[in-house]
């Protein structure tokens, strides 16, 4: 249904679905490749994922990725580093906000960047060098970690990406020789 109660008519609701998958697995594809470029690179970062792969020995569930300390926190690494969108859409203020020294009134659109938020050195130490270890003990907050958006508006497909992520690149990493 439209947000005024009514029906979507069938194409829309198709033309949903499609962006949904297209979407999805384009953004995922791109974090994945982001995360095996960064990974591969860092020797220390490397040996820690690939300890933790092969103490779930060789026939481990690929639930079982979910669950991994350092596999984990790289996801979230590359994510912050390469979000998969640049920005989120425009919403228009109910209320009046003071952001910093500004007032602004209600009405105005707002668009937060991702990117910028996560280089911003006041939320991040070193905000432009690859560090999974800033996660290993801490999620991030939905107010400094925004690859798919917060609150309400939070992307449908955040656990499916996480899940997806955690899986593909357990599985290559595990393989990678």
Not at 66 to 85: F, G, H, K, M, S
Not at 151 to 173: I, K
Request: aromatic share 12%; charged share 20%; proline share 8%.
């Amino acid at each position: 249904r439209y947000e005024d109660g009514t029906y979507m008519d069938e194409e829309h609701v198709s033309d949903h679905v499609f962006a949904l998958l297209i979407a999805g697995y384009d953004t995922t594809a791109n974090s994945i490749t982001w995360a095996l470029e960064r990974v591969l690179r860092d020797s220390h970062v490397y040996a820690q994922v690939l300890h933790e792969l092969v103490q779930l020995g060789p026939r481990a569930d690929p639930n079982e990725l979910q669950n991994l300390p350092w596999l984990d926190a790289v996801c979230y690494e590359i994510l912050r580093l390469y979000p998969p969108i640049e920005a989120l859409p425009v919403r228009k203020l109910s209320v009046p906000l003071v952001l910093g020294d500004y007032v602004l009134s209600r009405g105005t659109g707002v668009c937060p960047l991702p990117g910028l938020t996560h280089r911003d050195p006041s939320i991040y130490e070193f905000p432009d060098e690859f560090r999974p270890q800033r996660f290993l003990n801490s999620k991030p907050s939905n107010f400094t970690f925004l690859p798919f958006g917060g609150g309400a508006r939070l992307c449908m497909g955040f656990a499916f990406a996480h899940y997806q992520m955690r899986v593909v690149l357990g599985t290559c990493l595990r393989a990678f020789k």
